[in-house]
């Protein structure tokens, strides 16, 4: 079982319930609200949220609708006018044919993670996706009745997935693969020729009925000269994949709760716009249209521009921060908000491997060494990351990272390097917190 119920009465809750898992990032909100009510600001590297605000341009697009009224139900597909954006925008950046009807807009781009399982996942299916990973890949699989299939990332290959390493998990019971570039947490980012690899192996393994979720959300975010390539632009794999994307990360617009998908054809589409249908009935007009906003206006590129430099700025100094530290290493992301530091030098001289060994049982398969050097993080210096663990359970065993999220202020991140180093040489505070029994899972 991937999740619990803590102190539910037996035969309360349906068996299903307890097989979905979550996203430990919002777990966090009411630690960090007890740690600031204890006492001293907590500076916050755990959500993925750009610090940025909404241009303006785009608000003044969501109070224009507002105003004209634009606030009652909608096509529960998306408003066709922002599904003709999306199809056009999508269709420029990667050289495609995009038929509006295959777009299906969401609250956000995380429903269509769980109602593509919905609708492709039978019982005894395999779903494939990467870890560490974004959690909810793994979270639905066996509350869908799937079998999940994690692919392990390594640091040694910059957490890259080939072709080679993919194939040995795909058969004729492959259903969904999932893929995230660039990623999170590694922020990672596929060349062209990894990707020609990664379709060649889908093609060649998987029957025609198999499909790849391609989680583009964090596409615009790119470094060094990267370029973002979706595995839908390769020949014969556009009838193979559901492209995936959404407002939060490219216009800084979390609460806009705006995300779409394109299908391969209009009748998956239609399957999911009967599932938005039965679960959110419409998303909100005037996000939509501030939406649409955002695709076309010739104010957004520069506007996105800007934070990825500071997104740069911040990996830069982060990074090299990071690697100063006795006892941490970190590569260079290439992608997205987020670095992902080998903390086992910092396990080791803490001693947190055998502080997590003789946790109690119950306790123990909650938690990890790197679980513990975050929530001592946490509690005793004020600072909150994530460990491996909440990026796919299965696989994270013996693997020590944290996830630190560059969407905060570069002053905060500086003073987040300078307690992580304070908190890597103090084992003796470790201790007395592990002692202290404060938190020691999420």
Not at 220 to 247: K, N
Request: aromatic letters at 8%.
């Amino acid at each position: 079982m991937t999740g619990s119920a803590p102190g539910a009465s037996p035969g309360l809750f349906a068996e299903r319930v307890f097989r979905i898992g979550t996203e430990e990032a919002f777990k966090l909100g009411p630690l960090l609200r007890e740690v600031e009510a204890d006492g001293g600001r907590v500076i916050r590297c755990n959500l993925g949220q750009p610090d940025f605000p909404l241009p303006a341009h785009i608000t003044e697009a969501v109070v224009e609708a507002l105003r004209a009224g634009h606030t009652t139900y909608c096509d529960p597909q998306g408003l066709p006018e922002l599904r003709e954006a999306i199809a056009l925008s999508m269709a420029q950046a990667r050289g495609l044919e995009v038929d509006p009807r295959r777009v299906v807009v969401y609250p956000g781009s995380r429903p269509s993670i769980g109602l593509t399982q919905h609708a492709y996942v039978r019982a005894g299916d395999e779903v494939v996706y990467p870890t560490p990973g974004y959690p909810l890949y793994e979270s639905f699989v066996e509350y869908v009745g799937g079998i999940p299939v994690p692919v392990a990332l390594q640091e040694e290959s910059g957490f890259a997935l080939t072709g080679e390493e993919l194939a040995p998990l795909l058969s004729s019971r492959t259903r969904l693969i999932y893929l995230n570039f660039p990623s999170n947490p590694t922020g990672g980012v596929a060349s062209p020729e990894q990707l020609a690899g990664l379709a060649e192996t889908i093609l060649e393994r998987t029957p025609p009925s198999t499909r790849v979720y391609s989680d583009e959300a964090y596409e615009a975010i790119v470094f060094d000269g990267a370029r973002h390539v979706s595995i839908a632009s390769l020949p014969g794999m556009e009838e193979r994949t559901i492209i995936a994307s959404a407002v939060s990360k490219t216009y800084s617009w979390t609460g806009g709760r705006v995300g779409w998908a394109v299908f391969p054809t209009v009748e998956e589409a239609l399957v999911q716009r009967n599932l938005n249908i039965n679960y959110y009935a419409s998303i909100p007009p005037y996000s939509q249209l501030g939406a649409k906003v955002a695709l076309q206006s010739p104010e957004s590129p520069p506007a996105i521009a800007h934070m990825v430099e500071a997104f740069r700025r911040r990996r830069d100094f982060v990074v090299a921060g990071l690697n100063r530290i006795p006892g941490v290493r970190c590569q260079m992301p290439r992608g997205a908000f987020y670095v992902f530091p080998n903390i086992a030098g910092v396990v080791e001289a803490l001693g947190a491997e055998a502080a997590w060994r003789s946790l109690p049982d119950e306790v123990r398969p909650r938690s990890s060494p790197a679980t513990l050097v975050a929530l001592f993080l946490l509690y005793r210096y004020r600072v909150a990351t994530m460990d491996r663990r909440s990026f796919g359970v299965r696989g994270s065993e013996g693997q020590h990272f944290l996830r630190i999220s560059i969407a905060t202020g570069d002053e905060d991140l500086r003073e987040a390097l300078v307690r992580l180093e304070q908190a890597a040489a103090d084992p003796a505070g470790f201790a007395d917190f592990v002692r202290s029994g404060e938190r020691l899972a999420y």
